[in-house]
């Protein structure tokens, strides 16, 4: 008779993300005071990146997760704007075997993290597009924008329930 402790248990299916596709979803660049503000020469600008994710349920285990990125560069000299860039970004996901609590953790930050190459390509290049060097994202902690985003969550619906008492 074997011993129950010794008998090999049925093999766990593991977790899996795969990636259907990717595509943009939108994408928009400005260059408001060109050809002007490529003359006179180009210094580092300022430039400031917004970031908001996004995840949906599609059907089954099909979903989409999102990332949108509005880029503003200024002119450090006269504080004008040089550009303003807009990107939507998407890609329909099949997951399997992720257990329902962690499905949103997984298409808010290990879906962008491998979408986050993709993106970071596509800005650099419709940078050089632009008429400017080419801009390269910096590395972004998606963990940390979708901890921040459970927070403003959280302290939204606790301000409603608030507002009902």
């Known amino acids: 008779m074997a011993d129950p402790k010794n008998t090999p248990s049925a093999p ?3 977790p899996s993300i795969q ?10 660049f400005e260059n408001p005071h060109a050809p002007e503000s ?3 020469g180009w210094a580092a600008p300022e430039t400031s990146v917004q ?7 599609i059907k089954d285990n099909t979903f989409e ?6 880029v503003e560069a200024r002119n450090k000299q006269d504080g004008r704007m040089s550009f303003i860039m807009d990107l939507h970004y998407g890609a329909l996901v ?3 075997n992720i257990p329902k609590e962690n499905v949103q953790a997984v298409l808010m930050i290990e879906v962008p993290k491998l979408l986050f190459p993709f993106v970071r390509e596509m800005v650099a ?3 050089i ?6 801009l390269y994202l910096a590395p972004i902690n998606f963990e940390s924008i979708y901890l921040d985003e459970i927070k403003r969550l959280q302290a939204e619906t606790a301000g409603k329930q608030a507002g009902k008492a």
Do not use: C, E, N, W
Not at 19 to 28: A, E, L, N, P
Not at 51 to 57: A, E, F, T, V, W
Not at 65 to 70: D, G, K, N, T
Not at 129 to 134: E, H, L, M, S
């Open 38 to 40: 490529l003359v006179g």
């Open 19 to 28: 990636i259907i596709t990717q595509y943009v979803k939108d994408v928009s």
């Open 129 to 134: 597009q632009g008429g400017y060097p080419p």
């Open 51 to 57: 970031i908001s994710l996004g995840q949906q349920h």
């Open 125 to 127: 290049s419709m940078t």
């Open 94 to 96: 099949a997951m399997s």
């Open 12 to 14: 766990q299916a593991q």
């Open 65 to 70: 997760s999102s990332l949108h990125f509005r």
